[in-house]
């Protein structure tokens, strides 16, 4: 059940157990993905587990679980998305020795607070380490606009609640800058009391009227220098996922946990 934007039906937000294995930062270990996900209601993962091979031939065969901490089931899939083609990108694979990510998520209510893109991003992490007693990793997505100084920013969910489609280009009416860019902040933290770390990733563009389908937030409206002249919206997934400010964001932090 999603919205434009790709929210979920809420579903009951228990606190899981906090639990004893504080992992190596970089690791989401077997043993925490079988443990955690094995406390998660069924109804909190929004979504069937896909497992997703890395290319790390010297790693262990379990597959690790990372928890995604999102209310968004669009975000999920463009993570999911993009760490399988990274994995069929991967020359010289090794399907025998290959472990896997699989990425679980759970909907909670974070409070989201004011302030930059990166101090949204590490107390939403936070909150949510302490809610599900462990690693997980959260992501925000800002739209900065060029003339209005950076906003709305990591603000942009609720200017396009507001406002709308339209109003975001009314927003614009009076400057000749309709530059914007599209921020996507990965937070990782290693669990509860751990300081967040951040992985930023970022997509030049431009604000035009809106074209293409609505499923996905603001994707009618941006522009990106890289897009051939065609929207978000009106690029497929594939091509959106190679240029995009998730992609980029998540290969940083993927490249960080398999380091
Ligand atoms: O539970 P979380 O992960 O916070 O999910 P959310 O939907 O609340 O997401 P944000 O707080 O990061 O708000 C970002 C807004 O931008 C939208 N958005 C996020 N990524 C986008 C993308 O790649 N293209 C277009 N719109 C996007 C999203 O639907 C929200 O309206
Ligand atoms: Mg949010």
Redesign the pocket.
Known sequence: MTT????LASSPHSPTETSDSQAHPHSFSSSFASDRTSQLPRSQTLLPTIPVAAETATMTTSPRTILF????A??LK?VRAILLSSTQHTENANPAATPSFSVESQ?LD?P?VQGTTEEVAKA?CKAAAEIVGGPCI??????AFEALGGLPG?Y??YF??AVGLEGLNNMLAGFPSKRAT?I?TFAYSAGPGTEPLIFEGRTEGKIVQARGPTH????PV?EPDEGEGKT?AEMDGVA?NKI???YRALDKLRKYLLE
């Open positions: 434009a934007g790709g929210s901490v999102t209310g968004n669009n975000k463009e909907d974070v989201e939403k959260t992501e925000d997505t800002a739209l990591p942009i969910k396009l609640k599209a996507c996905f937030g603001w994707d941006f978000y959106k995009s400010h998730r």
